[in-house]
């Protein structure tokens, strides 16, 4: 393999227009806000924050937060999931270990498990790449329901449209 070379002005933009089909970057300077507007119930005591929500390659970037102690559903993903915790701590009924701020966490595709925040925690906040789907199921993995970009998409337009932002507040996160 030949060397790569050396770029002469590492410093300058790139000097050529993007396609012109390339989408918006999106940039979130409050990606923990304090509108708490925008933050979407899922669950008693249980919200996320969407960040990105791709249609095009089925995944979705969001904020999980947790208050109070809390269970996220019993749910299988069939795609990886990757996860850093921000504040607070949390576990897998399933697995010893525990997730806790400024930990990683990858979801291996196929893997069963339910999301408990201990009680002694006010608040828990973890960034999720999930892709594919949530596929939530009961105790013997008969199914209960889903959840995949297009469902997250629908729960934040009718969220944002109750509490005054607009359906349309959601655009801003869509790919």
Not at 27 to 43: G, L, Y
């Amino acid at each position: 393999m030949p060397p790569i070379k050396i770029d002469p002005n590492p410093r300058m933009p790139y000097q050529h227009p993007m396609p012109k089909e390339t989408l918006p970057d999106i940039v979130i300077p409050d990606a923990v806000p304090q509108d708490e507007r925008i933050w979407v119930p899922q669950a008693d005591r249980v919200w996320f924050r969407p960040l990105c929500l791709n249609r095009s390659q089925g995944y979705w970037m969001n904020l999980l937060r947790v208050r109070k102690s809390g269970v996220l559903s019993r749910h299988r993903h069939p795609q990886s999931v990757h996860g850093y915790v921000i504040k607070g701590r949390w576990h897998y009924l399933e697995h010893p270990w525990v997730a806790e701020a400024g930990g990683y966490v990858f979801e291996p595709p196929g893997e069963t498990h339910t999301l408990v925040v201990p009680d002694d925690v006010e608040e828990m906040i973890t960034l999720f790449q999930v892709n594919g789907i949530m596929y939530y199921v009961d105790a013997y993995g008969d199914p209960l329901g889903f959840e995949d970009v297009f469902t997250k998409i629908d729960m934040c337009r009718e969220h944002y449209a109750k509490v005054g932002l607009g359906a349309d507040y959601v655009d801003q996160f869509i790919r």
